[in-house]
């Protein structure tokens, strides 16, 4: 995976901040990458059809995430 994506930082906490991330997350195109601050390390995220797959920092583990349109509309 490529290290050098898209960083989802934001400063704000709480709510804000999720809703940042999930407008990010439905914003990008098939087979972006981005990454999510996650307390110490990083998850990194890849959009592929019909959702997401979420690595962790060490890309030892993957998770595929389908599309729903439930949280789309976060704020």
């Known amino acids: 995976m490529n290290k050098e994506n898209e960083t989802l930082d934001n400063p704000q906490n709480g709510n804000d901040f ?10 990008m195109k098939l087979l972006e990458f981005a990454s999510i601050p996650d307390g110490l390390s990083k998850t990194y995220v890849k959009r592929v059809p019909g959702g997401w797959i979420f690595y962790n920092y060490n890309e030892t583990q993957a998770t595929f995430v389908p599309f729903n349109n439930e949280f789309q509309n976060a704020r």
């Open 18 to 27: 999720i809703a940042d991330v999930s407008e990010r997350l439905y914003s």
